[in-house]
């Protein structure tokens, strides 16, 4: 049957596949629209499997809350470009949103939990691959709670690109939770307290810090003192708690939260790619080789 301009708007409107695409789809059909849609679906998953070992180190964190449950997410996508389209950030609020009410275990099981339109996560995630034409990834994430008594602070630094999410007791005062939120997305602290960091951890610290006092021909008698001076630098660079607050370099975070009568229980800090490999190419370069395909 022959095709129209009409019936493919339609498709694309219910696909959000390209124009070519669903022209084609409506040719192997003959035009019925159902059996379309699943030949775009089956070519949207195959598309997935093609981009799944590409690098996908750009994206966004994103959080939210609702009542006493936070989630902090990171997704994925190749290029900046594209973590910054409304499509992309559609997806990443869809998936929070799946995340907070669901509250799967890990990543894994999450992939496989259905969605208020019928489909899986996994599902879903591979259709808005075919849709926006890079591969995206649900990295990772993090559910927290509180009570009523508590409060979240909810930062997003440079659109997303650092999230952190805090919980804080004793308080109510979320612009205090925030204020110790941002402080985390700056100095990229590891641990709340001294109490978390392990032995294995200071011990292997002490270690270092000792050959190079040594190394700097310091007197063998007043290594161990000195080392163990070092040692809270070290601690002032890791745990939050014991760093100098960037709103007031005077107090620590500790004395900030002590004059809201506060307590710092937890904080989740996720930077977008780290840790994962970047891609090399530069935006010319990427340009050039879609105009060479051409």
Not at 80 to 96: P, R
Not at 228 to 255: H, S, T, Y
Request: net charge negative; aromatic share 6%; hydrophobic share 40%.
């Amino acid at each position: 049957m022959a095709i129209t301009a009409q019936m493919v708007k339609e498709l694309r409107e219910k696909t959000g596949a390209g124009m070519m695409d669903c022209k084609k789809a409506l040719q192997e059909t003959d035009g019925d629209m159902d059996k379309a849609i699943d030949f775009l679906r089956e070519k949207g998953i195959a598309k997935a499997a093609k981009k799944a070992d590409r690098i996908a180190a750009e994206g966004s964190t994103f959080i939210q809350s609702e009542g006493n449950t936070a989630v902090i997410l990171e997704v994925n996508a190749e290029t900046d470009f594209v973590a910054k389209n409304e499509n992309f950030q559609n997806v990443v609020k869809d998936l929070s949103h799946h995340l907070l009410t669901n509250k799967p275990a890990d990543v894994e099981e999450a992939l496989d939990q259905k969605m208020d339109n019928g489909s899986t996560v996994g599902e879903y995630i591979n259709s808005a691959i075919a849709k926006i034409g890079e591969k995206i990834t649900l990295r990772r994430f993090a559910i927290r709670t509180k009570t009523d008594a508590d409060a979240f602070g909810e930062y997003l630094h440079m659109g997303g690109r650092i999230g952190v999410l805090t919980v804080v007791e004793g308080t109510t005062d979320a612009d205090a939770a925030k204020d110790v939120a941002m402080h985390a997305a700056a100095l990229n602290p590891k641990y709340v307290s001294r109490d978390q960091v392990s032995e294995e951890e200071v011990e292997r610290e002490r270690e270092v810090l000792t050959q190079q006092a040594l190394n700097e021909g310091k007197p063998e008698n007043i290594v161990a003192k000195m080392v163990e001076g070092r040692l809270g630098k070290f601690f002032e660079d890791v745990c939050i708690l014991d760093q100098p607050f960037v709103k007031n370099p005077d107090q620590k975070v500790r004395q900030f939260l002590e004059s809201k009568g506060a307590v710092l229980k937890d904080f989740v800090r996720y930077e977008v790619g780290e840790g994962l490999e970047k891609r090399q190419e530069n935006f010319a370069d990427e340009v050039m080789s879609q105009v060479n395909k051409k």
